[in-house]
């Protein structure tokens, strides 16, 4: 045992590479792009750090160029998963009880592996598997998973350190234990950062974890994998599992050694996680614990004293950037009257400059959406608007899926405040827009408030510090992070803990050690230095 007081420093945020022209990281990454185009793999299951194949192969395709292949990954069945879970619960006994030092020290590995060796490997990964451009896989899959890794291990120091009085002659002390069972780990396709924090943070308290990729983001988590290897994670500690929900979650989630589950997806899937294990919720052997971010239906909200620029600017990143497929992305606004005209004419000029296309022409903003499905689901609330009378398509609204799955930037103006685009997840490149008059600015705030059900983000611009101070108050509850005249999008791991609250998630703020206490089972210890010799109390003597 070492015998010594392991500190880990206060970390620093990793500085984001801008890959401008002549920039070495960008003909690094240009080279891992084209090398990875012309090198397709394949992905296996990797359980007890075992490649195990199933012969069950689909293929991975980029979704801004299906007539490419990245390769195709073994998927996963009722099988694998059992597999995984018993390799989990044989690698945790050890894992769990390796100094907690040891543990954050596989974490910093991995932080410096991925931001030197595996920086381009992981962003060419996401960028053709998920269509990001540079920008965005930078600060996806390097920069914040690089976070996540360097962050993590520092506030695991801080639970630890929450510890109980003590007295003269009382010594109390607290561990805190390792979940008992497994930890499910489900992760979304669309940041690489979140796929590898969902498995990680769990695994960093103590836990062993089975690791459900989305099936659309495969090849980005399969490097993440190499990555973890690489910085010394014990073999069964984390075991992927790639496949379908309905085939991987049933075995899993009814498994009575499930400790907990790790979540980022949709609402609708997520309480469906929690309805199949509270609907029998006496054959755990202990309650799992679940921890979810979810849905949004994002807002921007604009006061008359707003600074049009600097709103048009946000509207266009927080709505667009990554095809407005972030959990964050602003979906819908909220605009004063008095702004409304200038607004619209510089916003729609903005957004007819923007250009789309592949990930590998650095001069596009935007790229495709995920799949198929995403494309059919954004496409119908379009189509929806085109025959809505209170719905006006300002710009957009046109869609190709011949080469890629490609939906232009689409802004409608709703006169509904309460429409089906105000409402409604759309998950993609379309902004609803209500124009409110601007005398009626605590009423638009109470519909910004009480028209959607999530409150994951939210952002409020204004120049007048009143309303600032109004609006702060009356969006409370609306959003789990609240930006002021600022975009709803970018959390930075440690400055922003990200989470929403509503039919958003749990709310516990990934990245910060909210999130890690949820790992791990808490035990009081008590030791008397001088215990009673005798039951009687003072009391109890004669008179």
């Known amino acids: ?188 396709f669309n940041f690489a950062s979140i796929a590898g924090n969902l498995p990680t943070a769990p695994a960093l308290m103590g836990n062993a974890v089975v690791w459900k990729p989305a099936s659309s983001a495969v090849l980005p988590a399969y490097y993440v994998m190499q990555v973890l290897k690489e910085a010394g994670m014990p073999d069964g500690v984390i075991n992927l599992v790639p496949g379908s929900g309905p085939v991987i979650g049933p075995p899993v989630l009814n498994h009575t050694d499930l400790g907990g589950v790790h979540f980022t997806g949709s609402t609708y899937v997520f309480s469906t996680i929690w309805l199949t294990i509270g609907t029998d919720i006496r054959k755990y052997q202990s309650y799992p614990r679940i921890v979810g971010e979810t849905g949004g239906k994002d807002f921007i909200f604009a006061h008359s004293s707003a600074d049009v620029a600097e709103l048009t600017a946000a509207l266009v990143r927080g709505s667009f950037e990554y095809q407005g497929q972030k959990c964050s992305a602003s979906s819908r606004a909220y605009v004063p009257d008095t702004l409304w005209p200038e607004l619209k004419e510089r916003m729609l000029d903005e957004i007819a400059t923007i250009r789309m296309g592949d990930v590998c022409d650095f001069r596009n903003f935007m790229n495709a959406v995920i799949d198929e499905s995403a494309f059919k689901t954004i496409t119908e609330y379009i189509e929806f608007a085109k025959s809505d009378p209170n719905l006006e398509i300002l710009c957009g609204g046109t869609y190709d899926s011949s080469e890629g799955y490609f939906v232009q930037p689409t802004v409608v103006e709703s006169r509904d405040p309460r429409s089906k685009l105000m409402c409604e997840e759309i998950f993609g490149p379309v902004l609803a827009v209500h124009v409110y008059p601007a005398d009626r600015y605590e009423e638009a705030m109470e519909l910004c408030n009480t028209t959607s059900p999530y409150a994951l983000t939210g952002a409020i611009f204004a120049r007048d510090r009143f309303a600032i101070v109004r609006a702060t108050r009356a969006l409370r509850n609306a959003a789990g992070n609240f930006y002021i005249n600022d975009k709803p999008t970018g959390a930075v791991v440690g400055q922003q803990p990200f989470g929403g609250s509503r039919a958003s998630g749990t709310n516990d703020k990934a990245g910060t050690w909210l999130n890690l206490e949820r790992w791990v089972s808490p035990r009081t210890i008590k030791e008397t230095y001088l215990p009673p010799t005798d039951y009687r109390y003072g009391f109890m003597a004669d008179e």
């Open 1 to 188: 045992m070492f015998n010594g007081l392991f500190q880990i420093r206060e970390p620093k945020n990793e500085p984001v590479l801008g890959y401008e022209p002549g920039s070495q990281e960008r003909e690094a990454l240009k080279k891992e792009l084209e090398s990875m185009l012309s090198n397709p793999v394949e992905v296996p299951c990797i359980i007890g750090g075992r490649e195990v194949s199933t012969g069950d192969l689909v293929e991975m395709k980029p979704p801004h160029a299906l007539h490419q292949s990245l390769g195709s990954y073994h998927r996963a069945s009722p099988k694998e998963a059992d597999l995984a879970i018993d390799a989990a619960n044989e690698a945790k006994v050890a894992w769990s009880e390796m100094d907690w030092s040891s543990r954050a020290t596989v974490l910093h590995k991995a932080a410096e592996l991925l931001a030197g060796k595996y920086r381009y490997k992981v962003n060419a990964a996401t960028m053709l598997n998920m269509s990001k451009t540079c920008h965005q896989a930078e600060i996806d899959a390097a920069c914040e998973l690089i976070d996540f890794w360097r962050f993590n291990p520092y506030f695991m120091t801080q639970v630890y350190d929450d510890q109980p009085l003590s007295t003269q002659q009382v010594l109390n002390y607290m561990e805190h234990r390792p979940l008992e069972g497994f930890v499910f780990a489900i992760s979304p």
